[in-house]
Structures are given as structure tokens and as C-alpha cells.
């Protein structure tokens, strides 16, 4: 995961260069970081509104979570690190079962992207390098924990669209481009 962290990190850096405009912006990376979390909200949220109820305990091979899991996976790793971001603690809330109605793990889903955007309308490139708690006891930069976010909603949207794929759905990405074609 390192190779990952080091590119998804250069490329931050190379965002507030002077070029595009960029470098005049205040907060560049977390103002980054706030548009594809928009873009990662949608298309995970519709992700998880696409794919039927009946497909939630869907799973490719025995070794994967179903879809269910991966969409309690995604909010509860949303959870824990938007909250470290935020510096707050994890919010409360009833314990949820990949098997339970759809509608209540998209709810928690949506809560999730929800904080996620809270704690980055507030966040600032100034305060990047600050450390936060995490897991067990673990600490990590802001930095850190914004990259971590982003390499985890490719990875998992990646998956939901496998998901999607293998149930005869196009993910949300490919009807966005066949809309996008469709108005040009």
C-alpha cells in the first residue's frame, strides 16, 4: 500500500504548484479532498441505492464480504476516520447486520459521507501535519488520514462496481459518462 500512499501523496503536493491556478487557492489539498469526497459520496451512494435488496447478501467468492458488509465497511471506516479528521469521537449510534432492510445500511451510509463532509468543510491545509488518534491507541497526521479516505473510497467503490458488474448493474460512474455523452 506504501507505492499507493507515495503517488496519492505526490500528486497532493503537485496540486499546489503554481499552475492551474491552484497555488492561489487557500487550502488546496483539503479543498481537494472535499471534491472527491462529493465525487466518492455519489458514486458509492449510488452504488448502494442500485443494487437491489435481494443482492445485499451477494457475495463473488466466499473469501469477500457480501454487499452488505463492504456498505457497513465503507461507513464504519468513514466513522472512525472522518471523526479522527473532525477530532471528535465516533458518533453513538445501534449496532446494524449486513442482512438488516437495506434502507437502514444506506441511512447509515449517508450519515457517514455526511460527517465526512463536515469534517472537511472545517478542515485546513494549515493544520495537516496535527496529529489525531486513531485506531487502539494509533496516532496519524490529518495528511494521513485525508489520503487514507481517499485510497479507501477508490478501493471500495471499485468493489461496489465489481458488485454491480457481476449482477448485470452498470455502476454509477459508467451511467454518469453515458449521461455526460448523451448532453454534449
Known amino acids: 500500500m506504501r507505492p499507493c500512499l507515495t503517488t496519492l501523496a505526490a500528486g497532493c503536493v503537485a496540486l499546489c504548484l503554481p499552475h492551474g491556478g491552484l497555488h492561489a487557492q487557500k487550502s488546496p489539498i483539503t479543498r481537494t479532498m472535499q471534491r472527491v469526497e462529493r465525487r466518492a459520496g455519489h458514486n458509492v451512494l449510488e452504488a448502494a441505492e442500485d443494487m ?3 443482492r445485499y447478501g451477494f457475495r463473488p467468492t466466499p473469501e ?3 454487499f452488505g458488509q463492504l456498505v457497513l465497511h465503507i461507513a464504519g ?3 472512525v476516520l472522518c471523526s479522527a479528521l473532525n477530532g471528535t469521537t465516533i458518533p453513538n449510534q445501534h449496532e446494524l447486520s449486513p442482512t438488516d432492510p437495506k434502507d437502514l445500511l444506506v441511512q447509515r451510509l449517508n450519515r457517514s ?3 465526512c463532509n463536515a469534517a472537511l468543510e472545517h478542515a485546513d491545509d494549515a493544520n495537516l501535519a496535527d496529529s489525531v488518534p486513531l ?3 494509533g496516532k496519524a497526521t490529518r495528511g494521513a488520514v485525508m489520503i487514507d479516505l481517499a485510497i479507501d473510497w477508490a ?3 471499485a ?3 465489481t458488485y454491480l458488474r457481476l449482477s448485470g448493474l452498470k455502476p454509477p460512474s459508467a451511467t454518469d459518462q453515458e449521461k455526460d455523452k448523451e448532453n454534449m
Do not use: I, R, S
Open 159 to 161: 468493489q461496489a462496481a
Open 155 to 157: 478501493d471500495h467503490y
Open 77 to 79: 471506516v468513514n466513522f
Open 135 to 137: 485506531f487502539g491507541g
Open 52 to 54: 437491489p435488496e435481494a
Open 113 to 115: 459521507f455526511d460527517l
Open 64 to 66: 469477500q464480504m457480501t
